[in-house]
């Protein structure tokens, strides 16, 4: 099957590719957001292959994933057929509801394909799914799916780690205005994109706080596997796939439970609370246990290979394309 899928979330992107089939990746000369390519900093197999606009003319493409509202456009212009009529397509839904800036207010923020029934919605997580307002579209759950890093917590450095994009723009939405908390208990390592003016917005420590700007995915694997902790103190997110390798690593998790946060870490993972109080308490606990560091981070991992194992995600896709390219 020939699967076209835009380059938009990479680390997802990389589990999906991961698949049976070829997946066609829109390329542009500019390398923008409708034509990002293949992945600079994550593995992907030959499979996952770019193309053109011109040259997706020339595909026959079997059925389309749609991420962006954008993207129905770039079918038609591309390919001159109609997503959901002549070409068989999924709508896959990252976000949780209300973060796009003109988005209706949650609970009644209603989705952008709310008004058609030829193309299913398929949510990451059930929160996600519940809290749309997803009109009769036909709606799916799949949820993530992880190529396993593998089990490589040492803790050997007695620190917390955070994984985060944009926290200077994306602000209380990600928890940034929680790191002083979290840097009063323990010293943090933050890795991710758009880290530049953290200290600042904050008041946070250089000494306290230190910065991992972009770093690819293999080597923070390493580096996330040397820390005691994993922290996730993010507001309102679909669901972290960083929290998900992190429990893969075999870290323990101290994570606000909120939105699916709370279905995907089991207690014995680590500390789950609305707050904050009573996470910086398990932070503490974790660096000066490291016994108890190991055994959470053991539970994470197997809580995680049992519900974001890959092979149930590569085969929960392959029944959805199955199903609408019937």
């Known amino acids: 099957m020939k699967v076209l899928v835009w380059h938009v979330h990479g680390s997802w992107t990389t589990a999906f590719v991961q698949g049976p089939h070829e997946y066609l990746i829109p390329v542009t000369p500019d390398r ?3 034509g990002l390519g293949r992945a600079r900093t994550w593995d992907w197999p030959a499979s996952a292959r770019e193309v053109t606009p011109e040259q997706l003319r020339d595909e026959q493409v079997d059925v389309v994933v749609l991420q962006r509202v954008r993207d129905l456009e770039l079918v038609r212009e591309w390919l001159g057929r109609e997503p959901g009529r002549d070409l068989p397509a999924v709508f896959l839904e990252h976000n949780a509801p209300g973060l796009e800036p003109d988005a209706e207010p949650v ?35 799949i949820e993530h799916g992880i190529v ?9 450095l007695a620190r917390a780690a955070v994984v985060t994009n944009e926290p200077v723009r994306r602000g209380r939405t990600v928890g940034a205005d929680l790191l002083p908390g979290l840097a009063a208990v323990a010293p943090v390592d933050v890795f991710g994109m758009g ?11 250089p000494e306290r706080v ?36 992190a429990m893969h690593l075999g870290m323990p998790v101290v994570a606000l439970a ?11 993972a680590g500390v789950l609370s609305t707050r904050p109080e009573r996470l910086w ?46």
């Open 258 to 268: 909120t939105t699916e946060a709370f279905e995907a870490v089991p207690p014995e």
């Open 281 to 326: 308490e398990g932070v503490r606990t974790f660096l000066h246990d490291a016994d108890a560091a190991r055994l959470a981070g053991k539970a994470a991992r197997a809580a995680a290979l049992e519900r974001y194992g890959l092979d149930r995600f590569l085969g929960d896709w392959d029944a959805l394309l199955g199903e609408v390219t019937r």
């Open 107 to 141: 609970p009644y923020t209603r989705h952008p394909m709310a008004d058609q029934d030829a193309v299913p919605i398929a949510h990451v997580t059930h929160f996600n799914r519940l809290f749309y307002d997803n009109g009769r579209a036909p709606t799916t759950v």
């Open 32 to 34: 923008g957001a409708d």
């Open 195 to 205: 880290l530049a003016g953290l200290h600042e917005q904050h008041g946070l420590d």
């Open 210 to 245: 230190q910065l991992f700007d972009d770093p690819p995915q293999a080597a923070m694997h390493a580096e996330l596997a040397r820390r005691r902790v994993y922290v996730h103190p993010v507001r309102w997110t679909s669901l972290g796939l960083s929290l998900l390798e």
């Open 148 to 156: 396993d890093p593998g089990e490589r917590w040492t803790g050997e």
